[in-house]
């Protein structure tokens, strides 16, 4: 069996979705740098670009409340960053989500969506049905984009709150957007 994605969402023309780009191209506006990320298929366009660009750094992760202390380490060195994750990896972040608000960090995560429009995988549901419910108790505001045409609208409050008002910020992807997992033969 493998796995792909069934993407509805706006393409460019080699089928490749295009909010990706408009994602890519907010975060060199807000000068971001710093980018950790656990490896999700949902993000991977978005990685492939901040990995070919030598003013933003990737970090891999092998959790993710490491990229919550990442963020908070590029911060005070002078830098911003932003975490990528998947809905599953938001409950390991619980308890490392209060540096965000100790520390008044300029805090963006952009969260790839699971457990929602077309899952497979029973695992994914209690979390991705948790994710806002979670940020929100943590103190981190919650913006959604549930179709392509609205990605550059959301990610662009997103980032004013988070780098500009020092106000938390997730942004939540649809599962909608990003494609429901499939299994095929």
């Known amino acids: 069996m493998h796995a792909r994605n069934d993407a509805s969402s706006e393409t460019a023309p080699d089928n490749t979705p295009s909010w990706p780009e408009d994602i890519f191209a907010i975060l060199q506006r807000f000068d971001v740098r710093q980018v950790p990320y656990v ?57 490392m989500f209060s540096l965000a608000q100790i520390f008044r960090l300029p805090f963006l995560t952009l969260v790839t969506m699971r457990g929602e429009w077309g899952e497979f995988n029973p695992w994914q549901v209690p979390m991705g049905s948790s994710t806002a419910g979670v940020f929100e108790l943590s103190g981190i505001k919650v913006l959604r984009a549930s179709h392509a045409g609205e990605v550059r609208e959301v990610v662009e409050a997103a980032a004013g709150q988070a780098y500009n008002a020092c106000t938390p910020t997730a942004v939540l992807l649809s599962q909608r957007l990003i494609g429901a997992k499939v299994f095929t033969k």
Do not use: F, Y
Request: proline share 5%.
């Open 39 to 95: 490896p999700d298929a949902g993000h991977s366009q978005l990685i492939d670009r901040v990995l070919a660009t030598p003013s933003m750094r990737a970090v891999p992760l092998t959790t993710e409340e490491e990229g919550v202390a990442l963020l908070a380490g590029a911060w005070a060195g002078g830098q911003r960053g932003v975490l990528l994750m998947q809905s599953s990896g938001v409950g390991n972040c619980v308890n």
